[in-house]
């Protein structure tokens, strides 16, 4: 029998079909219930970036001779080196507080040192390459010895989340904000929920459910970054930190071995989707994209058989903070602009729009609808508002 180990959905980094059927279109909107769930929800999704940066100081190796193995000697030198991971975030208040995955953002002294440590040996190993190259004997020699004589010292831990800013003449390039853990739990299989803070206002947000009202077979929707898509290299790099959605079914409800429930999914999930929201048909976040399974004995990943962390668990962590899911000005016009635009109605759409970009001229979508409402007006009523364009960016 296969034996199966649980995998978390986070890219680490070294920086050098569903049975139910889908939400019905609203009859009086251009739009499918995917569509508007999709429009509503990425503009406070957010990819999360946590950075590990350290110093790792390698005794200067000699060749024994009579062992043919590497020692050290009573000289060193070091390598300022970085690690980390990329995964998904939302952000569930207007003053800046996310959500994600605790194993997105946080990690032990022993994963902190290993990574740093894999780190150093990347650099090794490329300065053997430079150097005339290495054997693959040779390569797993200096792995060994770097992580047998490696330490690690000044280490610091540096989290972002970065977003796409439109950019007159330029298109989308990348928003980095720095942010801090207020709130963080234990990574799976410990209750895998982190809440950080970025220091921003009036940013977009999503709408928290009710995941007690899931059930089985009831249709759900996955919005994140994962890297098979975000980083594909045939795809541009302006399109980084455009989320990806999957849809599926909830398709059991499992206890985990912490003792709290979690909801198992059959939507597409991997690697740099941890931490992202999974909705329900009401465009509510019902749940964290926390982690999936593999086969142990072949190391592949399964798909469709991965869990969320349900929302109701996030909210006891949000409760401890007082922190509310709290919308604001920019969620209403933006909204109201996307239903008039979805109407036909351009010159409405145009307006509500424009309070959006004046009052958070960083969101990543109301520039695109701003200019699609134009062409769109002007082709409909050979006459176009210009007065749009003359918002200074920030």
Same mark, same amino acid.
């Given at each position: 029998?296969?034996?199966?180990?649980?995998?978390?959905?986070?890219?680490?980094?070294?920086?050098?079909?569903?049975?139910?059927?889908?939400?019905?279109?609203?009859?009086?909107?251009?739009?499918?219930?995917?569509?508007?769930?999709?429009?509503?929800?990425?503009?406070?999704?957010?990819?999360?970036?946590?950075?590990?940066?350290g110093?790792?100081?390698?005794?200067?190796?000699?060749l024994?001779?009579?062992?043919?193995?590497?020692?050290?000697?009573?000289?060193?030198?070091?390598?300022?080196? #970085?690690?980390?991971?990329?995964?998904?975030?939302?952000?569930? =208040?207007?003053?800046?507080?996310?959500?994600?995955?605790?194993?997105v953002?946080?990690?032990?002294?022993?994963?902190?040192?290993? @990574?740093?440590?894999?780190?150093?040996?990347?650099?090794?190993?490329?300065a053997?390459?430079?150097? $005339?190259?290495?054997?693959?004997?040779?390569?797993?020699?200096?792995?060994?010895?770097?992580?047998?004589? @490696?330490?690690?010292?000044?280490?610091?831990?540096?989290?972002?989340?970065?977003?796409?800013v439109?950019v =007159?003449?330029?298109?989308?390039?990348?928003?980095?904000?720095?942010?801090?853990?207020?709130?963080?739990g234990?990574?799976?299989?410990?209750?895998?929920?982190?809440?950080?803070?970025?220091? #921003?206002?009036?940013?977009?947000?999503?709408?928290?459910?009710?995941?007690?009202?899931?059930?089985?077979?009831?249709?759900?929707?996955?919005?994140?970054?994962?890297?098979?898509?975000?980083?594909?290299?045939?795809?541009?790099?302006? =399109?980084? %930190?455009?989320?990806?959605?999957?849809?599926?079914?909830v398709?059991?409800?499992?206890? +985990?071995?912490?003792?709290?429930k979690?909801? #198992?999914?059959?939507?597409?999930?991997?690697?740099?989707?941890? $931490?992202?929201?999974?909705?329900?048909?009401?465009?509510?976040?019902?749940?964290?994209? %926390?982690? @999936?399974?593999?086969d142990?004995? %072949?190391?592949?990943?399964?798909?469709?058989?991965?869990? &969320?962390?349900p929302?109701?668990?996030?909210?006891?962590?949000?409760?401890?903070?007082?922190?509310?899911? +709290?919308r604001?000005?920019?969620?209403?016009h933006?909204?109201?602009? &996307? +239903?008039?635009?979805?109407?036909?109605?351009? =010159?409405?759409a145009?307006?509500?729009f424009?309070?959006?970009?004046?009052?958070?001229?960083?969101?990543?979508?109301?520039?695109?609808?701003?200019q699609?409402? #134009?062409?769109?007006?002007?082709?409909?009523?050979?006459?176009?508002?210009?007065?749009?364009?003359?918002?200074? +960016?920030?």
């Amino acid at each position: 029998m296969k034996k199966y180990l649980i995998l978390i959905f986070v890219l680490i980094v070294i920086f050098a079909s569903g049975c139910t059927t889908p939400p019905a279109p609203d009859s009086s909107l251009n739009v499918t219930g995917i569509q508007k769930i999709t429009a509503l929800s990425k503009p406070a999704t957010v990819m999360i970036v946590t950075v590990i940066s350290g110093t790792v100081t390698i005794p200067t190796a000699t060749l024994d001779e009579y062992t043919g193995t590497i020692v050290p000697t009573d000289e060193s030198y070091s390598r300022d080196v #970085q690690t980390g991971v990329i995964g998904s975030g939302f952000v569930i =208040s207007s003053d800046g507080y996310m959500l994600t995955n605790a194993h997105v953002v946080s990690f032990s002294d022993d994963v902190i040192t290993a @990574g740093l440590l894999e780190a150093a040996v990347a650099e090794e190993i490329k300065a053997g390459e430079a150097a $005339g190259g290495l054997t693959e004997a040779e390569k797993r020699m200096v792995s060994d010895y770097v992580y047998q004589y @490696g330490e690690v010292s000044g280490t610091k831990v540096s989290i972002s989340a970065v977003t796409g800013v439109p950019v =007159s003449g330029v298109g989308s390039v990348l928003k980095e904000y720095k942010a801090d853990v207020r709130k963080v739990g234990v990574p799976a299989p410990g209750k895998d929920v982190a809440i950080i803070k970025v220091d #921003q206002n009036n940013m977009p947000t999503v709408k928290l459910g009710d995941s007690s009202k899931m059930e089985v077979g009831d249709r759900i929707y996955a919005v994140g970054y994962p890297a098979v898509a975000t980083f594909h290299e045939y795809i541009s790099p302006e =399109s980084i %930190t455009e989320p990806s959605i999957t849809q599926g079914i909830v398709s059991a409800e499992k206890q +985990m071995v912490a003792g709290f429930k979690v909801l #198992q999914i059959d939507a597409a999930v991997t690697h740099g989707n941890s $931490g992202g929201p999974v909705f329900n048909d009401n465009g509510e976040v019902v749940g964290i994209a %926390t982690f @999936g399974s593999i086969d142990y004995s %072949t190391w592949q990943e399964i798909q469709g058989f991965n869990f &969320m962390i349900p929302i109701n668990l996030a909210k006891e962590f949000m409760s401890e903070i007082n922190v509310a899911n +709290m919308r604001g000005s920019v969620d209403e016009h933006y909204e109201k602009g &996307m +239903m008039d635009y979805w109407k036909g109605d351009y =010159s409405k759409a145009l307006d509500e729009f424009n309070i959006v970009r004046n009052l958070y001229p960083a969101h990543p979508y109301v520039e695109k609808y701003i200019q699609t409402s #134009q062409e769109k007006l002007l082709a409909t009523t050979g006459s176009l508002i210009a007065d749009y364009n003359n918002v200074i +960016m920030q």
